[in-house]
């Protein structure tokens, strides 16, 4: 065999195995933010939350087993066992095809996401820097809310599909609810792409190059505190979550398109929400809280140019994510459901015109300022 | 005299919902610090109150001694009828208590049926049934859990009790004067 198509073959090798290990990675954090959200529900709610789910013979280890076994470590495997060892009955009333079809379109986008989303660097033998991420793609922002937004296919043909009042309710909002703030979402990005891509900086699209326009300067958090805001919003929404449960609606729609969905196929459904909220949570870190850069206004960089320094990178980038994550739940966990209406004032009335505004306020501090340089 | 309440405009602030936001954010946050409530029941039991109204049983005085004279006033309050009794004498042989008074032959209290309100300790002359603190009871089959007298006695035990009224009935009866 020649040398380069040796080369090739082990090129897509690896990359199979990488692919498998961010997606590995990726439903583990998942399957760990659902055991988060009921431990962190019962922590807020003054309970203890799930703390009785033991393995055989790990729980038996004198101190670690009874501690790992308070904090429910186990409790993610029992879910996901009950989830696959459960009857999966078919409601003689829907479509099947479509049927058994929305989750797999609900859960695909959830993990195709994650491929552009960067969570670390390593240095290469001269010690060029580069991002730890399957697919460096040049306009991976793109791609990520063009991917992201398709999750909502799911959701609809879940609620169509399954032929009855509540679940189509459920795809209905769902769908006006993603459009609406799907608009806020991406214009409130344009002024980050602004800062970011100055004269003379190659960020472009890439999560990677808006990381390292922030390395050496501000977290957009703090450049920008009203796109964050409508984004982080715009967030919750898309990932519907409380406060913008809209397709679930569990007081009011029973499970919204969840409702005709049992066992496995509703599993599916629970993981990608989740994943949503994972990957949400990393978009977020990388576009406005830097990434994996340590501190927000210097550029100082304790990461040392090694595996280790990469390690330290990912780690750091992992605290982010997991606070957003904890965010996440807390915000769930303190405020109640919007009325549909308001969901809707509040995308098309005030998250609009105000991303919109933002928008011009920064085109014209940044026009101003690049003039006057 | 209707009571006027000021209700002031919003603020700018307010109108954004940001401030109530992070209040209520505040809240949770202190939520999550404070000591839990949840009680880890098979390991940790609730504390009982006084007079709390568990399962019913009969209890023997301080003495050992069966307090129940088969009266059956509690078979006929019972209100769902979960008692029987069947009455017996108290064999001559027993000369503690011969003659003295009546003893229950058969004493059986369905625990299914029974709805705790207590009638039987209350309407009981004798005070020789409590309701007891044991609040969960179970077990695999019907019959298991029609309690007979001798389970009763087991449950219910003895019971502090300031009457000894069978030394006082067999003083009386020595004295002559019985009733």
Redesign the interface.
């Known amino acids: 065999m020649e040398p380069a198509t040796l080369q090739l073959l082990t090129d897509i090798l690896l990359t199979f195995v990488y692919a498998g290990a961010v997606i590995a990675v990726l439903m583990g954090i998942t399957m760990y933010t659902v055991l988060a959200e009921r431990k ?1 529900c ?7 939350g799930p ?1 009785r789910t033991a393995l055989p013979i790990i729980a038996s280890i004198p101190i670690i087993g009874p501690f790992m076994r308070g904090l429910g470590l186990f409790q993610p495997l029992a879910d996901g066992g009950k989830f696959l060892f459960k009857e999966e009955p078919i409601p003689a009333h829907v479509n099947k095809v479509y049927y058994q079809l929305a989750p797999v379109i609900a859960m695909v986008p959830a993990l195709l996401t994650v491929t552009v989303v960067p969570f670390g660097v390593w240095w290469d033998s001269v010690g060029v820097k580069h991002p730890l991420v399957l697919a460096n793609i040049e306009i991976g922002i793109l791609f990520l809310l063009a991917i992201s937004s398709l999750g909502v296919y799911g959701i609809v043909m879940a609620g169509w599909a399954a032929n009855s009042k509540f679940p189509f309710m459920g795809g209905i909002r769902s769908s006006a609810q993603m459009i609406s703030y799907e608009l806020a979402m991406v214009v409130s990005l344009l002024p980050v792409l602004m800062w970011s891509n100055g004269p003379g900086s190659t960020a472009g699209l890439s999560f990677y190059g808006i990381v390292t326009a922030q390395e050496n300067g501000w977290w957009l958090i703090f450049a920008q505190p009203l796109s964050a805001l409508i984004f982080l919003v715009a967030l919750f929404a898309e990932t519907n979550r409380l406060p913008f449960d809209m397709p679930e609606s569990e007081t009011e729609l029973v499970g919204g398109f969840q409702t005709e969905y049992g066992a496995f196929k509703f599993g599916m459904f629970f993981v990608a929400e989740y994943a949503h909220i994972v990957v949400g949570s990393a978009v977020f870190s990388l576009l406005f809280l830097g990434g994996w850069d340590f501190l927000p206004f210097s550029s100082f960089n304790p990461y040392p140019e090694n595996w280790f320094g990469s390690l330290l990178s990912i780690g750091w980038f992992l605290v982010k994510v997991c606070s957003l994550i904890f965010f996440f739940i ?2 769930r ?3 109640p459901r919007f009325r549909y209406d308001q969901v809707m004032n509040i995308g098309w009335k005030i998250l609009l015109p105000l991303a919109i505004g933002n928008l011009i306020f920064y085109t014209l501090i940044l026009a101003i300022y690049d003039a006057n340089r | 005299m209707a009571k006027v309440v000021d209700r002031k405009p919003l603020t700018w602030a307010e109108h954004t919902y940001l401030p109530q936001i992070v209040g209520g954010l505040k809240i949770t946050l202190t939520n999550l610090f404070r000591k839990k409530v949840t009680l880890q029941y098979p390991e940790e039991r609730p504390v009982i109150p006084d007079g709390y109204r568990g399962i019913p049983t009969l209890v023997k005085d301080p003495n050992g001694r069966e307090k129940c004279v088969s009266c059956q006033l509690c078979e006929f309050v019972c209100p769902p009828k979960a008692i029987r009794i069947t009455p017996g004498a108290i064999p001559e042989e027993n000369t503690e208590r011969a003659h003295i008074e009546k003893a229950p032959q058969e004493f059986e209290i369905n625990m299914l049926r029974c709805i705790y309100c207590g009638f039987c300790q209350e309407v009981c002359p004798e005070e020789a049934i409590f309701l007891q603190d044991t609040f969960s009871l179970s077990g695999y089959s019907r019959e298991e859990l029609v309690f007979q007298k001798q389970k009763l006695y087991e449950i219910g035990g003895t019971l502090p009790d300031k009457h000894f009224k069978w030394d006082k009935k067999r003083s009386a009866a020595h004295a002559g004067n019985a009733h």
Do not use: D
């Open positions: 962190v019962g922590w807020l709610q003054g309970r203890i703390n807390w915000i966990w303190t405020l």
